[in-house]
């Protein structure tokens, strides 16, 4: 997963979850910024960010904000990046064993839910969905950095695919590099941490990746281990 035109910033000011003020060559110029999460651990004034220049000219923001340095890590917060980079992973046959898939189709709908993919092989069918993870405390990776009512959902629904003989995943891209391990953050929304660990009893496969990221790529790397505790560092 690539971006085809970036430019060094200084992460000025972000006034609303949908725009950053950014110094660009010497100019503050208003950023799109691809992640409507907190991200305040990682957008504080005078953070070295990179911004990918839209190819709209009628755009109102010309720049997305896409990576930022949080000291000498650099986490890529653009929140469509983990599809992406994902979906390559998977086409290339390197996802686990399932081997290259005969038939992908992203955003596919099951009963109440809209997963990121449904793959078939030869001898299997399975629902995946996608998390971006862009949040580091102490090297460890975390999921959610909000309440999310709509993450718990997926997970149940998951669940259900399983009961119906399906296979599902849920695959945490941790949009960076370094981390020693992951686990769901309880402090933040205790319900998902638990129900992720429910429906990984029942069945639900849950896998975490890291990621090579420069200013210009993502692209997955290694499987990361997976903490279902609830204390940070005691796993």
Do not use: W
């Amino acid at each position: 997963m690539t971006y085809d035109n970036i430019h060094k910033g200084i992460f000025i000011h972000r006034p609303n979850r949908f725009i950053a003020e950014v110094e660009i060559a010497g100019n503050v110029e208003i950023c799109h910024v691809k992640n409507t999460g907190r991200c305040k651990e990682l957008l504080t004034p005078g953070a070295v960010v990179y911004v990918n220049a839209a190819n709209n000219p009628a755009r109102v923001t010309k720049y997305d904000l896409v990576t930022v340095h949080k000291g000498e890590r650099l986490i890529n917060i653009d929140s469509q990046a983990p599809n992406r980079a994902f979906g390559e992973y998977l086409r290339q046959g390197k996802f686990l064993d399932l081997g290259i898939p005969v038939f992908v189709k992203p955003e596919a709908k099951y009963r109440n839910s809209r997963f990121d993919f449904y793959i078939e092989t030869e001898t299997r069918k399975a629902f995946i969905e996608v998390k971006g993870v862009t949040l580091e405390e102490h090297g460890v990776a975390m999921f959610p950095d909000a309440p999310t009512e709509r993450g718990v959902k997926h997970l149940n629904e998951l669940a259900t695919c399983i009961h119906n003989g399906f296979d599902a995943y849920v695959v945490f891209v941790v949009q960076m590099k370094g981390v020693s391990y992951f686990m769901p953050n309880y402090s933040i929304h205790a319900a998902f941490g638990e129900n992720l660990k429910r429906v990984a009893d029942l069945g639900v496969k849950v896998v975490a990746y890291d990621c090579i990221v420069t200013p210009l790529a993502m692209l997955i790397s290694e499987g990361v281990q997976i903490c279902y505790g609830n204390v940070l560092d005691k796993c």
